[in-house]
């Protein structure tokens, strides 16, 4: 038996566009169901009630946007999404495609840990780790 997690995103009316950046970050597949798909009208028809981003490089992150019903309180620093691999190209790849937009709290960088590591909030609010595994 195996057990996977994948990073849940909560989002209010911007979902489509955070799926389609990290799309367009990593390479994956979007696939996207809306409101107005299951014929639902708890939100706007076009807001996302499931998205997820797939890649080949076994990156996953999935995303829906809460409805206007449902509160949705972000909090400081609720969660960290952390990225790790052992291709340093890859990984500054990643860094430079999640870092449009975003603020750098570390810079990509050797660390006492990580061959590389660095810490970034994108344009959508979530705060990314990313590292190479030390070898």
């Given at each position: 038996?195996?057990?996977?997690?994948?990073?849940?995103?909560?989002?209010?009316?911007?979902?489509?566009?955070?799926?389609?950046?990290y799309r367009s970050a990593t390479?994956?597949?979007?696939?996207?169901?809306?409101?107005?798909?299951?014929?639902?009208d708890a939100a706007p028809a076009d807001q996302v009630v499931w998205g997820q981003v797939?890649?080949?490089s076994g990156f996953r992150v999935m995303a829906y946007d809460v409805p206007p019903a449902r509160p949705l309180e972000r909090g400081t620093d609720p969660f960290f999404v952390s990225l790790r691999g052992d291709d340093p190209?890859?990984?500054r790849r990643l860094w430079e495609a999640l870092g449009e937009g975003a603020s750098v709290a570390v810079?990509?960088?050797?660390?006492?840990?990580?061959?590389?590591?660095?810490?970034?909030?994108?344009?959508?609010?979530?705060?990314?780790?990313?590292?190479?595994?030390?070898?």
């Open positions: 038996m195996s057990v996977a997690t994948t990073t849940h995103l909560n989002f209010r009316g911007r979902a489509r566009e955070a799926l389609e950046f390479g994956g597949e979007l696939t996207v169901a809306t409101y107005g798909d299951l014929g639902s797939s890649a080949p190209e890859e990984v810079p990509l960088a050797p660390s006492a840990w990580a061959p590389l590591y660095g810490m970034l909030t994108d344009r959508f609010g979530v705060t990314w780790v990313l590292d190479v595994a030390a070898g």
